[in-house]
């Protein structure tokens, strides 16, 4: 279980992709508009290295876990 945590200064379209290590879109996590603060999403996961894309107001993000 992973949980990804971010901030958002404003109201914000927000998207939160999880991808495998080698590229392949494992799930979305949120596609939606949020409103401003602070924000978490839990993912239950197998084994191994994934990778977050976060996409907030047209900034991107990427975290390894």
Do not use: C, D
């Not at 495998?20 to 602070?38: A, D, F, P, W, Y």
């Amino acid at each position: 279980k992973t949980t990804v945590r971010f901030y958002i200064p404003q109201n914000s379209y927000v998207s939160i992709e999880i991808y495998t290590i080698h590229g392949k879109l494992r799930e979305i996590l949120v596609n939606s508009m949020k409103n401003r603060g602070i924000h978490q999403v839990t993912w239950n996961h197998s084994n191994g290295k994934f990778i977050a894309r976060i996409l907030i107001n047209k900034e991107l993000f990427l975290r390894i876990f």
